[in-house]
């Protein structure tokens, strides 16, 4: 997919007013919103960039720490000793984005995994239908942030994440979820997110597809213009508008018994 060209009329710029979730920066902006997180401990001259071959078993045990009731596909660590390189960017391995957060010694603090949704592929909406390559190229998630615990409240996950959104808006995707426990919704609020109990997104046909994620909340962010959080009376969730041609909720509509009416 093409990306986003900066500044072409009708496309998003970071810094563009309603790129982004309203009162919050723009993907990777500096002076977004995240960009104010404080924390007790100073600020750490941290350092973000692609995971390299050299820091696959650093990186897997960061990304490990973080998802401890979710083994690791064996696959990852494959994917991670190929070195990135200039073809794949700006994702760095394939659909997958991989960064670390390096503290000045190079070393690891850090780590973020993102790539494309489970359901893209799984929700019985998509599975067997024209609808995920069309999606994987638009959604994107994060699967995991984590920073070593020494280096925690210096900025630096905001660092990761912000990140994340400059690297997936530059590749034309058009909206980032991540799933999160409730004890972090200002944080991810200060950073553009917003978390709801479901994911609502409407799809082809006024379909809508519901998420939800067992004892965690559902956070999203629009990266694009085109993408909408739009609140319908009768609905459980903000619904996604916009992600595909044709998927947009008008004014007009209501949510009733699980479905979008005029
Ligand atoms: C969550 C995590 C990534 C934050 O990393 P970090 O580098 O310390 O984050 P930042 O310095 O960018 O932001 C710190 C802010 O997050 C808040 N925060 C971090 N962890 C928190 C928690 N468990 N509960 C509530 N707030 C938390 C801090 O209070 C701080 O808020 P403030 O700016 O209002 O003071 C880190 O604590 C971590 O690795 N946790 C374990 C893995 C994890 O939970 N990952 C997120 C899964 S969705």
Redesign the pocket.
């Known amino acids: 997919m093409t990306p986003s060209t900066p500044g072409t009329p009708g496309t998003p710029t970071p810094g563009t007013p309603g790129t982004s979730a309203p009162g919050t920066g723009a993907p990777g902006t500096p002076g977004a919103a995240g960009a104010q997180?404080?924390?007790?401990a100073s600020p750490s001259p941290v350092c973000v960039g692609e995971a390299r071959p050299v820091d696959t078993d650093a990186f897997l045990a960061l990304i490990a720490?973080?998802t401890p009731n979710d083994p690791l596909p064996p696959i990852l660590g494959q994917i991670l000793s190929f070195q990135p390189g200039r073809p794949r960017r700006p994702l760095s391995h394939g659909d997958m984005l991989c960064l670390v957060a390096r503290d000045t010694a190079g070393r690891p603090v850090?780590a973020l995994l993102g790539g494309v949704p489970k359901w893209v592929f799984e929700h019985p909406l998509c599975a067997g239908t024209v609808l995920p390559p069309k999606l994987r190229e638009r959604v994107s998630t994060i699967h995991?942030?984590?920073?070593d615990p020494a280096?925690?409240?210096?900025?630096?996950?905001?660092?990761l994440i912000r990140a994340a959104e400059r690297r997936l808006w530059q590749a034309g995707y058009q909206l980032l979820t991540?799933?999160?426990?409730a004890?972090?919704t200002?944080?991810y609020e200060?950073l553009g997110y917003l978390s709801d109990e479901e994911l609502i997104m409407m799809l082809p046909g006024a379909d809508l597809l519901e998420l939800e994620a067992e004892g965690l909340l559902l956070a999203v962010k629009p990266l694009s213009n085109e993408v909408k959080m739009v609140t319908v009376p009768g609905a459980p969730a903000r619904i996604v508008s916009g992600i595909l041609p044709g998927c947009h909720v008008s004014a007009t509509m209501r949510f009733h018994n699980g479905r979008l009416t005029s």
């Open positions: 997180l404080t924390g007790t720490a973080a850090g995991a942030v984590v920073v280096h925690r409240g210096r900025g630096i996950a905001g660092k991540l799933e999160h426990p004890t972090l200002p944080f200060k």
